[in-house]
């Protein structure tokens, strides 16, 4: 059954394949010369970072730790902005914060950041008033506004995508490495426009209860635990536009090994994770740790054989799988996937992203999400985990640091009439910074129960 075996696989063997979601652009030449020109540029990571993240996953897969990624559904290249990005990293960092105190394991914090750029669409073409145009595929591909101009494809918008991810994660790393994630660091413990005060209470005493366990730890120990309480925090992005990660696609010789070096985790979204299809042929032949999507059209045997040739060698760390059934299917389907995955002898690492199962449209017209029901169907996958022997190790969600309302409900009630206030999404609905906050504590509060 299988035709692929990785002597075979080399970073364009995928071109043999059918490639789902991809662009058609209309100077061959020109994005020849676009992809060439990306492959000569340096790495935006290196594989002893992708290496140490996947240790630092196999031990969550172990259950000795918990994984929280999230970030914007698309970034955008008008966002590459200081503010904005310090937020990002902000918010996760306070959410793992939360989440530590409360489980008391490690957290991994990854970031859907740094080349979130290219969208999966549910059809190729978007007619508005009798005008037909290309669908908008993310601005590593084009431009969302509705004009032939801006919907065509431009292969220069790869290396713009490029340049801009590895500006994200520079600034992302000057900020860690410069005490922004020191826990020490006063304005880490800075709670910026959370105006609901139940949550601003509840984060506070969780803040002080740390910092209490640090001076404590510090006066025993007579030495400042500096170096431990520094964080790490990676970047992942949907591997979805191949030809960019192609070029980016890089032979390590000493590690013998090759590796996508435009982000530590890519993942293989829903929309392309067809046995057959060129992103299946892709990502099997990476090193890095990778997720897949999982969503309610894929079978027990087309989830076992993904799995069985992601990882043939069962390497721990290497597979996130990321349900995603939603809140209405969870309980039928979130057992039966648990099962099959057994069914291979193979190991994964379970994470549940709440989101894209639970998106609905308002009255309005409104792409939103409702706070219980992604609260809700994290709840569903603890109890299922656990009672099925299994380990849920992490969470995927959509977030903002700002102070958007694309989601509904959360401590202060937002309803789908505060929805146009601060509407800011091209694509998906994202929590905004309490919501995120708020989602983190309930989290904590829920994982005592299972642990
Ligand atoms: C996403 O993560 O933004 C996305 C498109 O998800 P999925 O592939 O699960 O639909
Ligand atoms: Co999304």
Not at 161 to 172: D, I, P, Q
Not at 189 to 204: C, I, N, S, T
Not at 229 to 258: C, K, M
Request: glycine share 8%; hydrophobic share 40%.
């Amino acid at each position: 059954m299988r035709s692929t075996d990785t002597n075979s696989w080399h970073p364009a063997s995928w071109q043999s394949r059918k490639a789902a979601q991809q662009p058609v652009y209309d100077d061959p030449a020109a994005l020849d010369r676009a992809v060439a020109e990306l492959a000569r540029l340096p790495p935006i990571v290196v594989s002893w970072e992708v290496e140490n993240l996947r240790e630092r996953l196999a031990a969550v897969q172990r259950g000795e730790g918990f994984l929280l990624q999230g970030g914007d559904c698309a970034e955008s290249f008008t966002e590459c902005e200081s503010d904005r990005i310090a937020k990002q990293l902000k918010v996760l960092l306070q959410m793992s914060l939360v989440l530590l105190s409360g489980m008391k394991r490690p957290v991994v914090r990854i970031g859907r950041m740094a080349g979130q750029y290219a969208k999966p669409r549910s059809a190729d073409l978007e007619t508005r008033d009798g005008v037909t145009l290309p669908a908008y595929r993310g601005d590593i591909v084009n431009r969302s506004e509705f004009t032939a101009e801006a919907r065509r494809p431009d292969p220069q918008l790869l290396l713009r995508g490029y340049e801009r991810a590895a500006l994200t994660l520079n600034f992302v790393r000057a900020l860690v490495d410069g005490g922004f994630a020191d826990l020490h660091h006063p304005e880490y413990w800075d709670l910026g426009f959370v105006r609901h005060a139940p949550l601003r209470e509840a984060y506070e005493r969780t803040v002080h209860a740390i910092a209490d366990a640090l001076d404590f730890f510090e006066s025993l120990s007579g030495q400042k635990v500096h170096e431990a309480t520094r964080v790490d925090f990676f970047a992942s992005h949907e591997g979805l536009h191949l030809l960019y990660e192609q070029a980016q696609t890089r032979f390590i010789p000493r590690q013998n090994r090759w590796y996508n070096l435009s982000t530590h985790m890519p993942w293989i979204g829903m929309r392309t994770a067809q046995l057959d299809g060129a992103h299946v042929e892709y990502f099997r032949g990476i090193s890095n740790p990778i997720g897949v999507k999982i969503g309610a059209a894929m079978d027990g045997p087309w989830l076992q054989e993904l799995v069985t040739r992601l990882n043939p060698q069962n390497q721990p760390g290497r597979l996130t799988l990321i349900h995603r059934f939603g809140v209405k299917d969870t309980e039928r389907l979130l057992p039966a996937a648990i099962e099959a995955v057994r069914r291979t002898g193979h190991t994964v690492l379970w994470c549940c992203d709440p989101m894209h199962g639970n998106t609905e449209t308002t009255t309005g017209g409104l792409k939103t999400r409702r706070f219980e029901n992604i609260l809700r169907e994290i709840d569903l996958a603890f109890t299922i985990h656990a009672q099925m022997g299994s380990y849920l190790g992490g969470v995927h969600v959509e977030l903002t640091g700002e102070d958007v309302t694309e989601c509904t409900g959360g401590a202060r009630g937002l309803t789908d009439a505060d929805l146009q206030r601060a509407y800011r999404s091209q694509v998906d609905p994202r929590l905004n910074y309490e919501q995120a906050l708020e989602l983190a504590m309930l989290i904590s509060e829920r994982s005592k129960r299972h642990s």
